[in-house]
């Protein structure tokens, strides 16, 4: 009498295995996305990365990972619709972000294993993730501000959430210029690089705190109030959500791997600036998940999630990515430090105190997007002259 159930539960197991893989196949149809269309570069990438064509693997694989972190986007709004926007936006920001940590990571990796390119890696390392602070706070946040303010005369969000994260933004300004400020003032590269190390431990450790104090004991604080957005329902399941977040987060790190191997090619052949690579052109396509997300969801009307999106991964560069690439160059024996450069020290220092600024009503426009938009072409241009 058993045999019967063990070959129906292995018939029900083998339709739920295939109807799963029938749904994640689809979510890479460029027949339902045009934007797919851009996963034909993935084998282009790695075609031109076993040939050794350093310029078209550079250029392919940053193609390849916009689709890819849409997908990745799209996964994580799913998995939001049941997890609550608050929770939603931190997994959005650090699937988001995992782009960052591969790219930096493995250019610290390689700065170890080849002294003679140390200094760009560390360059472009160090660019990255200011790049990242500055597109999240000034090109994604001003996208959807401007996408949400044109579908939407004026849009709300959580006043008490916005100050929360721009303080801890704040505090994260503080742990960049103090390592310039005591090398300036006659501190040895020795003395900077401890107080890297240390401060990268308090950024941390505060992280984790916002984190409880996000995720426990003041919850209330990150809700969606009532009549910001409408109520919509998933449609995926959570296990193809996770599947297709899962998959396209691998895909995302193997084009990573070979942007970080094929960047040295690219800055000689094009002669391109590092600074410009490092802040403009690695976050605009790393950060792509946040780009189509924090969109999308703001034309919803959906401003709460849109900023924890923005807001959100900004703080966990500042106090989470970034203290752990300085830790990680550490145990390297790579010179990295907190000392970003003037120039950049001083345009995180703006973004944040910009955006501070708009978003301290609790209320959006698309005059404020534009805004942020046009802080983020000024800085462009001039780490384009750098």
Not at 114 to 123: F, G, S
Not at 168 to 177: K, R
């Amino acid at each position: 009498m058993s045999e019967p159930s063990v070959v129906d539960s292995s018939d029900h197991l083998t339709e739920d295995i295939e109807q799963a893989m029938d749904h994640l196949l689809a979510s890479f149809d460029p027949r339902k996305n045009k934007l797919n269309y851009l996963l034909l570069a993935i084998p282009v990438a790695l075609y031109a990365n076993y040939t050794h064509q350093g310029g078209l693997a550079f250029v392919f694989s940053m193609i390849a990972i916009m689709p890819l972190a849409f997908l990745m986007g799209k996964a994580t709004e799913e998995i939001a619709l049941r997890t609550g926007e608050a929770v939603g936006g931190l997994l959005n920001a650090t699937f988001g972000n995992a782009v960052e940590m591969i790219i930096a990571g493995l250019a610290l990796y390689t700065a170890s294993k080849n002294p003679a390119i140390a200094e760009t890696m560390i360059t472009v390392t160090q660019a990255s993730l200011i790049g990242s602070i500055l597109g999240n706070l000034l090109l994604v946040l001003g996208l959807a501000m401007v996408w949400g303010g044109l579908n939407h005369k004026v849009q709300l969000f959580s006043q008490d959430a916005g100050q929360m994260n721009g303080s801890l933004l704040l505090l994260a300004i503080v742990a960049l210029i103090i390592p310039s400020a005591v090398h300036h003032s006659g501190g040895s590269l020795g003395d900077v690089a401890k107080l890297s190390h240390y401060t990268a431990i308090v950024l941390l450790i505060i992280y984790g705190l916002a984190l409880l104090f996000q995720l426990k004991t003041h919850v209330d604080v990150f809700a969606t109030e009532a009549g910001h957005g409408s109520h919509e329902d998933p449609h995926m399941t959570n296990k193809d959500a996770w599947a297709l977040l899962l998959l396209s987060t691998i895909l995302v790190g193997w084009m990573a791997h070979i942007l970080v191997h094929n960047l040295e090619v690219a800055v000689v052949k094009w002669d391109l600036p590092e600074l410009f690579i490092g802040v403009i052109l690695l976050p605009f396509f790393g950060n792509a998940a946040e780009h189509f997300t924090a969109v999308l969801v703001a034309g919803k009307d959906k401003m709460d999630l849109s900023i924890a999106i923005a807001i959100g991964s900004s703080v966990q560069i500042a106090l989470f990515v970034a203290p752990v690439m300085i830790l990680f160059a550490w145990f390297l024996g790579v010179g990295l430090t907190l000392e970003f450069g003037l120039l950049e020290t001083a345009a995180t220092f703006i973004s944040v105190l910009v955006a501070n600024s708009i978003m301290s009503d609790g209320k959006s426009n698309w005059l404020e997007g534009a805004m942020l938009l046009a802080c983020y072409v000024i800085l462009a241009l001039a780490f384009y002259q750098m």
